[in-house]
């Protein structure tokens, strides 16, 4: 299920993870030619995919499907289990844009049924197009139960700024009262696909903004919420993460990534694409990160180290190891004839300089400047990989370990273990791979490559 992609012109879009007594649920929108089902509107309906060990999957029939004429689209929302009975809280995007929140019922998590009329529609003040992606939580002092609302106030203090999440409380599920907006993050957009959960002491509050998640701490379940440094988990091209509790106290993030227009490897990014998941991680300070998931890793089978070549002076290659000296400059060495799809370890110890380093990936033999550059800056504490960048990445023990996969089109890449980046990248096909350092030394060893079929 790791890059998991339906058949044909089916894409996977939002997705909305579950967990409860040993099996993960992957609730997702199934997406048909990037959102143009149905007029464009979305088409979206409810697919699902469970797991009890994210290794063996079963995919199981449309949760919830259109099955009415105006349901132009059954937008993301969120599932809440209660007393034993499933509550799959989504929206409806009509014909006319205007959006509604409903909500469908189940006792096995897997066939629901819809409960009309629809549970909530924008209050006065509300923008009528921006009412979607409902999730609940419950107050675990009072047990009134909250839902969260992607909503737009109409006339906001600061135009252009009036994005919300919208904010009802009910003690039973069904019956909801409006309260005043739960947060305003104070972006230019809507705060979508809201997130909400409890772990070890800390309440977590996650939106998405332009797509990228973006997270809050609390000690309440309803604040007050603080930003922490790094508020993301991922590249922007891992679309809105939300994510589910598993077992042993662990935590599973899921995304999608989606595909360039004309299949390109950047421009416009269209909506729908392959699930990515992560395991999240909690620092002993309450923030977050995120590493590659086990049990989902493609393991592949394991290679002979290529020959390193040294290509300037500055480099030399010996016994698996490369050593690049670059005092003024820029330095390299190259490892040919490597598969077209595999995964690399290795470690990459920062020895002087002030400058970057990193890799040239999928590149030709002849061509530094071909494939797909992933460039380490410790200075700036930067990470970036061809049109994405992760910030504040801190270096560990003087280094950096990378895990990277490269498959068909998409390369991923995890750093020390707490900090991942993914990108499509699907038309440069070398088999080099180019190690470089500008302006600093470094030592790379541990290099460990593994064919993935």
């Known amino acids: 299920m790791q890059y998991y992609k339906p058949e044909g012109a089916c894409f996977v879009g939002d997705c909305m993870p ?13 997406d048909e030619g990037h959102h143009s089902a149905r007029g464009g509107l979305g088409g979206h309906q409810w697919a699902q995919a469970s797991s009890p060990d994210l290794i063996h999957w079963t995919h199981h029939p449309l949760a919830l499907a259109i099955t009415e004429e105006y349901e132009g689209s059954i937008c993301t929302g969120s599932v809440f289990l209660h007393q034993g009975v499933y509550y799959a809280f989504y929206a409806t995007r009509m014909p006319d844009w205007q959006q509604h929140v409903g909500l469908a019922t189940s006792l096995d998590g897997v066939h629901y049924e819809k409960i009309q009329p629809e549970l909530a529609y924008p209050p006065e003040g509300y923008s009528p197009y921006h009412y979607r992606d409902p999730n609940v939580f419950q107050d675990p002092q009072s047990g009134i139960f909250h839902l969260l609302v992607t909503a737009e106030i109409e006339n906001p203090a600061i135009g252009g700024h009036g994005g919300c999440l919208a904010h009802l409380t009910s003690a039973d599920l069904v019956h909801w009262q409006q309260a005043e907006p739960f947060l305003i993050p104070g972006f230019g957009d809507v705060p979508e696909c809201p997130d909400t959960f409890f772990w070890n002491g800390w309440y977590y509050l996650m939106f998405s903004s332009q797509g990228v998640a973006h997270y809050r ?3 309440s379940p309803l604040g007050a919420w603080t930003r922490p440094v790094v508020d993301t988990l991922d590249g922007s091209a891992a679309r809105v993460m939300k994510t589910a509790a598993f077992r042993d106290g662990r935590r599973i993030g899921v995304a999608w990534v989606g595909e360039y227009a004309d299949g390109a490897d950047e421009g416009g990014l269209l909506f729908g694409g392959n699930a990515v998941f992560r395991e999240i991680i909690q620092h002993a300070d309450g923030t977050l990160g995120t590493k590659f998931v086990a049990e989902m890793l493609p393991i592949g089978k394991p290679l002979p180290t290529p020959e390193g070549k040294a290509i300037t002076a500055g480099a030399s290659c010996e016994d698996g190891k490369i050593r690049l000296t670059a005092t003024s400059g820029l330095e390299a060495a190259m490892m040919s004839h ?15 300089g002030a400058g970057s380093f ?10 530094f400047d071909s494939g797909y550059d992933l460039r380490i800056a410790p200075a700036e504490k930067k990470v970036s990989l061809h049109g994405q960048s992760l910030s504040n990445v801190e270096p560990q023990e003087g280094g950096y370990s990378l895990e990277i996969v490269i498959t068909d089109t998409l390369i991923d890449v995890c750093v020390n273990q707490q900090r991942t980046l993914i990108d499509r990248c699907a038309l440069q096909k070398g088999h080099s791979l180019w190690w470089y350092a500008w302006d600093c030394g470094i030592h790379v060893e541990g290099i460990e490559i593994f064919q993935l079929d």
């Open 217 to 219: 701490m609390a000690r």
């Open 358 to 367: 990193g890799l040239r990936l999928r590149a030709k033999e002849e061509a």
């Open 18 to 30: 579950f967990y409860e007594e040993g099996l993960f649920r992957l609730y997702y929108l199934l």
């Open 338 to 352: 490597l598969p077209g799809n595999y995964r690399l370890k290795a470690k990459i110890t920062h020895t002087e």
